[in-house]
DNA sequence: CACCATGTTCCTTG
DNA sequence: CCAAGGAACATGGT
């Protein structure tokens, strides 16, 4: 469920539960998510140390950390793939069925779990040197934005999904955006014009603001239930559907009537990913 | 059994 | 070398 939006609000509500919390404990059991850092290398480094600020960049979860010996601030990065989520649970609690990483806070524990392992709980942090400007931050002009689309003759929709054009978008507030902004998912990036670059520019920010401001003001659900994942933390106790109803105006709409023209929105694949889109209000 | 799923990385192709 | 496209990763839901 992890887009930018969903990142920032479980940064917000897990900062300030973990702030200054030492570790006594690491257990990694799924390897794959720390990789490349090795388990050894991971429990060297983690056990006894203080955890600080928790940040997001693009999709990313930034943990600092500092260790009593040397003082140097250290960064350890979470990324939740696809399925992946983190909470606390109280320490005895059982362990869910695929928790990946457990961190030993005293009364509590730290759980990263994620079912496909797709995620990332890593010292790596390599992959944060190549994200573009963060969508909500001053280097997303839209002098930048014209820049970089005119260097592609990919499909708009494809591009969105290039962290290193912006980092944060995912497929879907790609699709979302690109229904505010009226444009074509299947435009070539370096064929759209100043003024529908700005529609998709303001498009962007206002989705993904609207997003994080919805998410918190919500009752939430971080460590999910035996519920549909749906699309989102996001479920309160009665249920998601009315929510994400009213918040996703496309994506996982095919086949219903579009909010504005009532035209049926059509589902289709780039990049082996589904494309929602309403064909009479985005035709270009 | 078939197809679908919020993401990233690696490999191949052109 | 670069851009673009697709498969792979792993598990579960429908």
């Known amino acids: 469920m992890p887009e930018l939006p969903e990142v920032e609000i479980l940064a917000r509500h897990l ?39 928790l940040t997001r960049r693009g999709k990313y979860l930034l943990f600092a950390f500092t260790r009593s010996v040397k003082k140097t601030p250290c960064i350890l990065l979470g990324h939740l793939g696809m399925t992946g989520r983190m909470y606390l649970l109280p320490q005895e609690s059982p ?3 695929h928790a990946a990483v457990v961190l030993s806070l005293g009364k509590e524990k730290f759980i990263f779990e994620d079912t496909r392992y797709f995620g990332r ?43 290193a054009l912006v980092a944060g978008v995912g497929n879907i507030y790609a699709s979302e955006a690109l229904y505010r902004a009226g444009i074509s998912p299947r435009l070539a990036a370096n064929k759209i ?28 659900n971080f460590s999910g239930s035996g519920q549909k994942d ?10 998601v559907s009315d ?36 064909p009479r209000c985005q035709r270009h």
């Open 230 to 239: 749906g699309l989102f933390y996001y479920g309160s106790a009665q249920g």
């Open 95 to 97: 362990l869910p069925k």
């Open 121 to 163: 709980f890593t010292l790596d942090t390599s992959s944060i040197q190549n994200l573009g400007p963060e969508p909500l931050g001053p280097d997303f002009t839209i002098e930048y934005f014209t820049k970089a689309l005119k260097r592609s003759t990919q499909p708009i929709k494809v591009k969105l999904l290039d962290q």
């Open 193 to 220: 014009k100043p003024p529908q670059i700005k529609r998709l520019h303001e498009a962007i920010l206002e989705v993904l603001e609207q997003a994080i401001e919805t998410g918190s003001t919500l009752p939430l």
């Open 243 to 278: 929510f994400d109803q009213e918040r996703l105006l496309v994506y996982d709409r095919e086949g219903h009537p579009c909010y504005k023209c009532g035209d049926k929105i059509k589902r289709f694949v780039q990049s082996a990913r589904s494309t929602f889109y309403c």
């Open 15 to 53: 900062a300030p539960l973990i702030k200054n919390k030492r570790i006594h404990e690491v257990d990694v059991r799924r390897a794959r998510v720390i990789s490349p850092t090795s388990e050894q290398e991971l429990k060297q480094t983690l056990t006894g140390a203080k955890l600080g600020e």
